[in-house]
């Protein structure tokens, strides 16, 4: 079965800190992807980044970068310096197996001027 | 470029009510899928469809039904509203292919039954 932990519930951290989301993955599939998703206050669900299995190299987008590790089947997010616009819930998800895609139960991220 | 679109955005509905959630693409996405948002738990999948005909359960499916008459729409039928169906739903597509290509989600029902 395919699961996905994201153990910090809410996190809360002051302007231009650093702060990093964890995601903890479970699956017996050797071909498997690794989503981020932003839920921002106003509701909507915004792709951050796609990761396959083979690809094990981190990568970085301005202020955000993710480590896959597949020896701790873990797929971490760090936001630089973070900002208020921030502040939002972050999804990690799974997906293995054709079709579906398993989603953690989130992280809130607040960060205050 | 309209997207995902879901219609309504918000819908109180009383126990025992019917209410179909719309979701239309413009993409020609083949792949459409229903899932719900609720406190603590993430988004947990209720039905999807690979393609116009063809439809199949998710995780969480009892209560609603899906048909997929057409590529670009995907209803989410509630027959007899529960209270335990208050939630927020999203729709989401992708093309075929696998999960190689990320899905795309419309913003999103709330929903409340009373």
């Known amino acids: 079965a395919q699961k996905v932990t994201q153990a910090q519930t809410e996190i809360s951290v002051v302007e231009k800190e650093d702060v990093t989301l964890d995601c903890v993955y479970e699956t017996r599939d050797t071909t498997y992807y690794l989503f981020w998703y932003k839920q921002p206050p106003s509701g909507e669900l915004v792709f951050l980044i796609r990761r396959n299995s083979f690809d094990e190299q981190n990568e970085i987008s301005g202020r955000y970068s993710w480590n896959f590790q597949k020896s701790t089947s873990s797929f971490n997010f760090t936001i630089t310096a973070s900002q208020v616009v921030d502040s939002a819930v972050y999804f990690c998800a799974l997906g293995a197996g054709f079709q579906k895609l398993v989603f953690g139960t989130g992280t809130r991220l607040l960060v205050s001027p | ?114």
């Open chain 2, 1 to 114: 470029n309209a997207g995902v679109t879901q219609t309504p955005k918000f819908q109180v509905l009383k126990t025992g009510q019917s209410m179909t959630l719309q979701c239309a693409q413009d993409m020609n996405h083949e792949y459409m899928s229903w899932y719900r948002q609720d406190p603590g738990m993430g988004l947990r999948l209720i039905h999807y469809s690979v393609g116009a005909g063809i439809t199949d359960q998710g995780e969480v499916p009892n209560g609603y039904n899906v048909s997929r008459s057409t590529t670009e729409d995907f209803p989410l039928r509630l027959l007899s509203a529960a209270p335990s169906q208050t939630s927020v739903y999203f729709c989401a597509s992708r093309p075929q292919g696998g999960l190689n290509q990320p899905q795309h989600f419309g913003d999103g029902t709330r929903l409340s039954i009373l």
